[in-house]
């Protein structure tokens, strides 16, 4: 019941403890009309102040000006009934209203410049400085145009006072002034002590973040874009405050290649096309979305479903239609008030932005909202090369896509898909030559060719029905040689779809992704370490009877003269390939017939290549050598192969076939533990791919592996690059390549948690577990991406989200097993739990983790658990949690007696040297400090029980037990003698940190 001040004030409070948003904004209005009944000018200000916060950071910024009004006619009736947080809130909300009329429309220019008066006399009055009214008379000129600079001038000389905007935002001002002058590198010299956490506020960095995006893509500063899009998004993601940092989120990703994304954020903000409190900051979200849609609707994906505003259905071109009628419709309101022309050019200079990138930035984060759109960028990439010219003749044509089929070149695919559009027109006419052949030679190759496509995307039954189709049509046409080398690649098409030996067989047969053991990442944490293991086998084994007959059938046709020579050697290659699959299906202990048969079958195919004077075959054989000698550990013999092979390549001018040596080489160097080498390598690998446009190297996998390299050398900017490109390449392949995208994000997300960016971990982690493919991911890495999530979210204070997640993981691990991990997220959750102030699931939780721990100890966590709750009880209750605390800790005493009693294994000297430690810290803080002292120094010999890795909590125990001893027993003298051993302990051992704080303290105590 609202019926005394006091329980207003109560609500007031409750209400403020609540996030902004709808709930906040109506209890707030619903506490303005409860304190009307009470003639009590503090009661009624304090609800008129919360409304208004509500309002401005709900998208209700218009209806700020009207409540104002009520707060300053009870400040002119009754100054005094205002307390001393409220008198100021007036002075500071000066400058909302002077923003909230400015940003709509319909509020005269004069009315604006009225208030600009009344603002600055207010001020004048009470005695505070004016450069919060030049803020807002520049702020007025911006958006008239009228004066800038000027006005700019005026504002930014003068020194800030008590009453400016908060340094973060006004250095976000100044920042925005030297984009729209066209100097990204000044802004973002400006801004820089936002970005960097030097400067903040409730919106900052994250209104800044939004605000720096293009700049950071025009200087090319690609890392600090994505960092700022992701930790940035993450936190506008639905917020009506937030509405424009919104739009520029989106906008971002359109000019930076990422559509998908861009429209994955449309739908998670749908609900922001109904906030229309803040008309300017609404023209902004709805200026960002029109950049997306129309760059969407001029690359020919006009019909696509996108998400709208809620109760209609929307395609790209009618939301196209629809945000741009009203945007222009908004901006015309704007400009027609401020009679300028202003607002409509700045919005008609966003629209005419062209993509900033040639290629998309890789954010690393999952986007599935339109995955076709991957496949179809909006601005083609630069060319790389000369591409081989197209004979105008359909007979050179084919011929010439038959030569460079021969040489394995990548325009053959091109030339071919070319043959087949002319082919297929209704006027073609088969040309009468010999070279060419008939038309049923003609049909058999295009039906190889979309075999060889469909193989290209793993898809393997499509593929190998498309190559027995190719050879009965190669048969018709009396071609028996092709007909065959067509049935014999079938037996290897679907044969290991994980791993491959080098070329594949015209590059179709196999996907190259790994090659020898590949390295981890070096992460070394969670929650199942087993579960991502990959072997990369099928478990399949190759047809020997049936390849040994296609052997015999190729040296019947190539006697007779049936058979080319090429078309020989893929027959061998085919026997190459499969004898590569079985040793690796066999390895580390292969059986001598197939060691044998590997050495025989990869020796021939060698031996004829170099008879028949074919470079490339005589190479893809050196390379199912050097990938079987390092898969067998024989790392400098593989080295030495390969290097000969790039040798080989480079003196037979096929260039284009070095991608694929190069990645194996930098596997090789990887598992050498020669990174550095390796990067190089790597970097070489994938330029070259792209040099040559091989749309089948194995880019993703490559890009895995040059992040971890990076990871090895300590270039932690460039892994986050490479395995951000890594997820966003295996994203293209579908839902057959999920688990590897998540494996590869989750090394993403420690990487960046271990660079400081926890925000930009969760939101890679969130974008993983958030996507509906996450039901597709085995469990043990569903729960490890859970858990990753749950601890970066504690890292961050969001210790609601944090527990949902640990209580959800909790659900999900509670029938394993292995009920270890069941324990240890259990424990994390109370803590959690506790820690979102939640105390009666915080208990709900530890109960399980008891349960748990019953069946599966976890001795050290259970009782570090235990020990963080009496802490947590102690900081919240002070001496009155004394006897919960003491209690905790005795639990914490007694599971390490239990473990003891049961033989289990755990740290013991850790265990109790933490229970006597936090018994001191929480007998001081309840005023017991003979007890609290007498508990330090027990901790002291207990922590010198665990060796050196024990000192740096030994030092931690004498620093408390000097900190009792000097400031709250008065005995200064003994303190400094304990904090002088504890120095000479700490120099000794090498922990210069720790000698630096017993110093400190030392010198404070001998000076009392």
């Known amino acids: 019941m609202l019926d005394t001040p006091d329980a207003v004030m109560a609500a007031l409070r409750e209400n403020d403890a609540r996030p902004y948003g709808r709930t906040r904004t109506v209890t707030a209005e619903e506490l303005v009309d409860a304190a009307e009944q009470f003639e009590d000018t503090g009661i009624r200000s304090m609800a008129l102040l919360e409304l208004m916060e509500a309002y401005e950071y709900d998208g209700e910024r218009s209806k700020s000006p009207v409540v104002f009004a009520r707060i300053l006619k009870l400040w002119d009736t009754d100054p005094d009934g205002f307390g001393e947080w409220a008198r100021r809130q007036v002075l500071w909300r000066f400058k909302w209203v002077a923003d909230a009329l400015k940003d ?88 820089a002590p936002v970005l960097d956490g030097r400067s903040g506020c409730e919106q900052e960095p994250y209104l800044s973040q939004a605000t720096a995006l293009l700049a950071q893509l025009r200087r090319g500063r690609l890392d600090e874009a994505r960092s700022g899009h992701l930790s940035g998004y993450r936190y506008a993601r639905g917020k009506a405050s937030m509405l424009n940092a919104v739009g520029l989120h989106i906008e971002f990703c359109a000019l930076s290649g990422n559509e998908p994304r861009g429209l994955e954020l449309l739908a998670e903000n749908r609900d922001l096309f109904a906030v229309t409190g803040e008309p300017a900051a609404r023209l902004g979200f709805l200026t ?275 058979l080319t020579d090429d078309d020989y050697l893929i027959v061998l290659q085919t026997r190459a390939y499969a004898a590569h699959h079985d040793l690796v299906e066999t390895l580390p202990e292969p059986a001598d017939e197939v060691a044998e048969r590997f050495e025989a079958v990869v020796g021939a195919y060698r031996r004829t290549a170099v008879e028949l004077g074919s470079e490339r075959r005589a190479a893809t054989s050196r390379q199912y050598t050097a990938d079987a000698a390092a898969r067998k550990g024989l790392l400098a013999e593989a080295e030495a192969e390969l290097r000969e092979v790039l040798a080989q390549l480079d003196a037979a001018e096929l260039p284009w076939h070095t991608p694929r040596v190069l990645g194996l080489l930098g596997q090789v160097l990887l598992q050498s533990r020669e990174p550095g080498q390796a990067v190089e390598v790597f970097h070489r690998a994938l330029a070259e791919a792209v040099r040559w446009g091989d749309d089948s190297y194995p880019y993703a996998p490559t890009y895995m592996m040059l992040g971890h390299g990076c990871l090895q050398v300590g270039d932690l900017g460039g892994a986050v690059r490479a395995l951000s490109e890594a997820a966003a390449r295996y994203d293209r392949k579908g839902a057959e390549a999920v688990e590897e995208a998540t494996r590869v994000r989750m090394q993403l997300a420690d990487v960046l948690r271990d660079t ?169 803080v309840a005023g017991r400090y003979e007890e609290a002292l007498a508990e330090a120094e027990r901790a002291v010999p207990e922590y010198e029980a665990g060796g050196e890795r024990a000192e740096s909590p030994r030092a931690e125990s004498v620093r408390l037990a000097a900190l009792i001893e000097g400031s709250d027993l008065g005995r200064t003298e003994a303190a400094v003698d304990r904090l002088t051993a504890g120095i000479a302990r700490c120099e000794a051992a090498g922990l210069s940190e720790a000698a630096e704080v017993l110093v400190e303290l030392r010198e404070r105590f001998a000076g009392e």
């Open 104 to 191: 709509t429309p319909d509020v005269p220019l004069a009315a604006i410049r009225r208030w600009h008066t009344e603002l600055r006399d207010r001020y004048r009055t009470a005695g505070h400085d004016l450069q919060p009214y030049y803020a807002q008379r520049y702020h007025l000129a911006v958006q008239t145009g009228l004066d800038v600079q000027d006005a700019y001038e005026l504002w930014a000389a003068r020194p800030r006072s008590e009453l400016s905007d908060c340094h973060a935002c006004e250095t976000r001002a100044r920042a925005r002034h030297f984009i729209a002058a066209g100097d990204d590198a000044r802004a973002l010299e400006v801004i």
């Open 288 to 562: 960002g979305v029109e950049v997306l849609l129309a760059l969407l609707a001029r690359a020919g994906h006009g019909g696509l479903a996108v998400s709208g505003p809620a109760g209609t259905t929307w395609t790209v071109d009618s939301l196209l239609a629809h945000v741009r009628t009203e945007a222009d419709a908004l901006a015309a309101r704007f400009d027609a008030r401020n009679g300028t022309g202003a607002v409509g050019a700045e919005r008609r200079a966003r629209l005419a932005v062209e993509p900033l990138l040639a290629e998309p930035l890789a954010l690393g984060v999952r986007a599935v909202a339109a995955p076709g759109l991957s496949d179809a960028p909006a601005v083609a990439p630069a060319p790389r090369r000369t591409v081989e010219p197209e004979p105008e003749d359909f007979t050179a044509l084919v011929l010439r896509a038959r030569e460079l089929e021969v040489l394995g070149h990548p325009d053959a695919d091109r030339l071919w898909k070319r043959v087949a559009e002319r082919a297929g027109a209704a006027d073609f006419v088969h040309p009468r030559s010999a070279e060419l052949g008939g038309p049923e030679r003609l049909r058999a190759e295009l039906a190889e060719q979309r075999a060889h496509e469909a193989l290209q995307r793993d898809a393997y039954a499509e593929g190998k029905a498309g190559l027995l189709a190719a050879a009965e049509l190669f048969e018709q046409a009396g071609l028996a040689g092709s007909a065959l080398m067509c049935r014999a690649r079938t037996l290897i098409a679907d044969l290991d779809d994980e791993s491959d030996g080098g070329e594949s067989t015209r590059n179709e047969s196999t996907r190259n992704e790994s090659v020898g053991h590949e390295s981890d990442g070096g992460s070394g944490r969670s929650a199942d370490a087993d579960a991502d293991a990959d072997t990369g086998h099928s478990g399949r084994r190759a047809d020997w009877a049936a390849l040994d007959a296609a052997l015999a059938r190729a040296e019947e046709l190539r006697a007779g003269g049936e």
């Open 756 to 924: 400081g960016r926890a925000a930009d971990a969760v939101a890679v982690l969130e974008s993983v577990l958030l996507d509906a493919s996450a039901a597709r991911l085995d469990v043990r890495m569903l729960a490890q991406a859970r858990l990753d999530l749950a601890r970066g979210l504690s890292e961050l204070e969001e210790h609601r989200d944090a527990a949902e997640e640990y209580l959800r993981l909790a659900d999900l691990v509670a029938g394993w097993e292995d009920q270890e991990t069941h324990t240890m997220v259990a424990c994390e959750a109370t803590l959690a739990l506790a820690r979102a102030e939640r105390p009666d699931a915080a208990e709900a939780a530890l109960a399980r983790a008891r349960e748990a721990h019953g069946k599966a100890p976890q001795v050290d966590q259970l009782a570090s658990t235990l020990r963080e709750l009496a802490r947590m009880t102690m900081r919240e209750k002070g001496a009155e949690g004394l006897a919960a605390a003491l209690a905790l800790l005795a639990e914490a005493d007694a599971v390490g007696e239990a473990a003891e009693q049961g033989g289990e294994e755990y740290n013991s000297w850790y265990l109790r040297g933490g229970s006597h430690y936090e018994r001191a810290r929480s007998l001081a």
